[in-house]
């Protein structure tokens, strides 16, 4: 079988290069995002892979259909780049990879509220200037001093609930879905009590028509002063203006993010800070604001399982079979 790859990073190819010499499948690498100029690279391949934040338009998936492909392989978690209805409808099966390793955004996770906590931004730019008294930064608070509301409790906000927990923080859930093995460790609540008795907001939830826009004026005024917010998730969820002037005026107490919903005119380049957005050079002088260039999933354990599901389920997709991992009507 021919597999094409579109938008490999260098540290898959070796995961890629092992997987093909274990299962004798052909992988082909491009470099650049699955759009549609490059759509017609597909052509003569049995299956496509893919990783990328741009958006998959209605023609790319006419165009894999009239080539005989009949599935896309996604190598991540979130799947709003997919047109949905015009996958469906050119009967192009849909796969991603759920969990890769949630522990690896878990764990990223709490390093970032240990940095708030620790007021660690505010310290090493003191110190940048000579500047080594403890005034610089502040006194921290400890974690099991907190109360942490997770906005999605799937497998990566379970992760994450399972290491508060054992640091002796209080967790709220927030969640649809109810998972009787997560009482243990959480207390599922409504989205409102979670607001009102929380000093940390962690959202880990999809990007999707209930979730866009979810953190507006409302939600933030439903929040405590100083209230820390989390986002290792999907940038649409929060309004960045709205957290802006949370952070500006005290509200929010510190905030990190690995996403931005402006993330694809910046991140995976090297520019000028004065190229950025300008939201995002306001944002980045703050000392109570961390980001991070949508690096949270990025370790080894992670990029080899994200190479290896994908390509297996890709297979098993084109010989006819079924992957947990498919996304369904």
Known sequence: MKILMYNTVAEELPYV?????KTGHEVVNLFDPLDTENVSMAKGYDAVSTQQTTVMPAPIYSKLAQFGIKQIALRQVGYDVFDLPAAFENNI??????????????????????????????????????DYTWAAGGRAREIYQMTVALIGVGRIGSSFAQMLHALGAKVLAVDPIYRAQNEAFVEYTTLDDALSRANVISFHTPLNSQTKGMADKSFF????????MLNMARGEIVDMAILEKS?????????????????????????????LPENIQRLVQLDNFYLSPHIAFYTNTAIKNMVEMALNDAVTIVNGGYTENEILR
């Not at 996770?109 to 505010?122: A, G, H, P, W």
């Open 93 to 130: 099966r849909l796969s991603n990879v759920a969990a890769y390793s949630p522990r690896a955004i878990a764990e990223y996770t709490l390093t970032q509220l240990m940095n708030i906590l620790r007021n660690n931004k505010k310290f090493d730019r003191a110190m940048a200037t000579g």
């Open 247 to 275: 952070l500006l005026s005290g509200h929010l107490y510190g905030a990190a993010f690995d996403v931005t919903p402006n993330e694809n005119e910046f991140m995976d380049k090297k520019q000028s800070i004065n190229e």
């Open 221 to 228: 005024d439903k929040i405590q002063p100083g209230t820390i």
């Open 17 to 21: 290069k092992d997987w093909s010499a």
